[in-house]
Antibody, heavy 127, light 109 residues
């Protein structure tokens, strides 16, 4: 059974850096076709995928946020870490990590989707 | 940028068929996925690759796709199906790479 759980601060100040950890079980992030993604949901309910780290350590980021994001993994601990710099109140919301399945054509990842989500962690950006 | 458009709300009575649509120019070439999100909970995948249902998802949930529109159908909707439903599509060549629709609130009463 695949499970994921997010952890990190619930409150950060503007301009600070947010660091969230996704701890998972039931799969290995080194298995071909597997990834872990980070998705956030605004209080108004819109969902936004921030980035994905894949089994071979390739990372993809949302173009609009790429300059602020870093995703890393620790395969020995079954953890993925999201770092987002220069936090702003508009970044407030619920942050989810999710098990991703990648669709691969040849050597190219053509797409990926979330099939199991963590429970989410709420982050508020306020001074 | 690529967008997926959903109606804000759909309402049906219990036992009726609910249809939630998702329109997007790339849908003829890309798969659609559907997520159910009940209040205070994380999203759950209910349809993947246009028409496939994950194990554990009731048979009353089905998906279809034609031209620029994907549709989630709940045949015989139940009160427990009341939730927000989001469509999703993904294309490594588009910007952004991953797109969610704005979500549809399904009311069953």
């Amino acid at each position: 059974q695949i499970t994921l759980k997010e952890s990190g601060p619930t409150l950060v100040k503007p301009t600070q850096t947010l660091t969230l950890t996704c701890s998972f079980s039931g799969f290995s992030l080194t298995n071909s076709g597997v990834g872990v993604g980070w998705i956030r949901q605004s209080p108004g309910k819109a969902l936004e995928c921030l980035g994905i780290i894949y089994w071979h350590d390739e990372k993809r980021y949302s173009p609009s946020l790429e300059s602020r994001l870093t995703i890393t993994r620790d395969t020995s601990k079954n953890q993925v870490v999201l770092t987002m710099t220069n936090m702003d109140p508009v970044d407030s919301g619920t942050y989810y990590c999710a098990h991703m399945r990648a669709l691969v054509r040849g050597l190219i990842i053509t797409s990926a989707y979330m099939d199991v989500w963590g429970t989410g962690t709420s982050v508020t950006v306020s001074s | 940028s690529y967008e997926l458009t959903q109606p804000p709300s759909v309402s049906v009575s219990p036992g009726q068929t609910a249809r939630i649509t998702c329109s997007g120019d790339e849908l003829p070439k890309k798969y659609a996925y559907w997520y159910q999100q009940k209040s205070g909970q994380a999203p759950v995948l209910v349809i993947f690759e246009d028409t496939k249902r994950p194990s554990g998802i009731p048979e009353r949930f089905s998906g279809s796709s034609s031209e620029t529109m994907a549709t989630l159908t709940i045949t015989g909707a139940q009160v427990e199906d009341e939730a927000d439903y989001f469509c999703y599509s993904t294309d490594s060549s588009s910007d952004p790479y991953w797109v969610f629709g704005g979500g549809t609130r399904l009311t069953v009463l």
